[in-house]
């Protein structure tokens, strides 16, 4: 997945906007405009980084004149007490940049880091890592990246990606059958459709309507086994629903391609990244 470089502009403006509104009531009557400080990044804990080009970008916004170090780059592994990057530029401008830097690193290495653990926790079995829609407001294609970063793949982006019948769809059309049919009728070829289902009655159906995926809902795990069996390859089986870190390994001991966690980036942990002065 690869950030477009006006998607990131944008939403970096909207939060400098939002942090600093007109001045930087501490900064600006502080520091001289001239000054120049040197400053880095250090890990405080262990895990993957994402996000360092993107929270460096706030600061050249602000200090097209920075001078940057990288030591590090997204999908590295970093320990605590590593230094990610060195800068150095103005300081009223640095000081300005340090929140709002270090709120989306910190937020993106906790989505790469957590991922990272989930597709460990799975590896040997056939099982995919993605991701959700369960994203918060205007940050999706931000965390979206940062689960490939760790090593998981993406769900569908939006609404548009593809067709998802989820229980309310069915209950409101009524069935997933006539559902089903429905769409065909005015999808397009290219159109890939899943459907959720809650239990083996309904993994046999979406079966034979011929879907692309079926998503076992909240199913135990020998629900899903025996729904695997059934499904035999003729669709995508997607495991999703209660899925946690302690209980991922069982669920892709299923036989399931694919298992989506919407924790990956709903109520991931921030990854604990510092900035330091060197003094002067």
């Given at each position: 997945m690869i950030l477009l470089p006006f998607y990131i502009d944008d939403l970096i403006k909207t939060a400098l906007s939002e942090?600093?509104?007109?001045?930087?009531?501490?900064?600006?009557?502080?520091?001289?405009?001239?000054?120049?400080?040197?400053?880095?990044?250090?890990?405080?804990?262990?895990?993957?980084?994402?996000?360092?080009?993107?929270?460096?970008?706030?600061?050249?916004?602000?200090?097209?004149?920075?001078?940057?170090?990288?030591?590090?780059?997204?999908?590295?592994?970093?320990?605590?007490?590593?230094?990610?990057?060195?800068?150095?530029?103005?300081?009223?401008?640095?000081?300005k940049a340090e929140r709002t830097s270090l709120n989306i690193l910190q937020h993106m290495s906790g989505i790469a880091t957590y991922t990272n653990k989930c597709v460990e926790a799975v590896a040997g079995t056939k099982a995919s890592i993605t991701d959700t829609r369960k994203t918060l407001p205007g940050l999706r294609a931000l965390q979206?990246?940062?689960?490939?970063?760790?090593?998981?793949?993406?769900?569908?982006y939006?609404?548009?990606?593809?067709?998802?019948?989820?229980?309310?769809?069915?209950?409101?059309?009524?069935?997933?059958?006539a559902a089903v049919e429905a769409l065909r009728k005015k999808a397009g070829h290219m159109l890939q459709i899943e459907v959720e289902t809650r239990n083996l009655d309904e993994v046999k159906e979406a079966v034979a309507c011929g879907v692309n995926v079926i998503m076992l809902d909240n199913m135990t795990n020998e629900q899903m086994k025996e729904a695997v069996d059934f499904i035999d390859g003729r669709a995508k089986a997607e495991a999703s629903g209660n899925v946690t870190l302690e209980t991922i390994r069982s669920k892709a001991e299923t036989g399931v391609d694919i298992i989506s966690l919407g924790a990956l980036t709903h109520s991931v942990k921030a990854f604990d990244i510092s900035m330091k002065w060197r003094k002067k």
């Open positions: 942090d600093i509104n007109y001045i930087d009531s501490t900064a600006d009557l502080l520091i001289d405009e001239n000054d120049i400080s040197e400053a880095y990044f250090v890990a405080k804990d262990d895990g993957i980084l994402a996000g360092i080009e993107v929270a460096l970008r706030v600061f050249t916004i602000l200090d097209p004149e920075l001078k940057i170090e990288l030591l590090k780059k997204d999908g590295d592994k970093v320990k605590n007490g590593d230094i990610i990057a060195n800068f150095s530029g103005h300081t009223r401008l640095m000081l979206k990246y940062s689960v490939t970063v760790g090593g998981g793949k993406n769900h569908r939006n609404l548009t990606d593809a067709a998802m019948l989820k229980d309310n769809h069915i209950d409101a059309y009524g069935g997933i059958t």
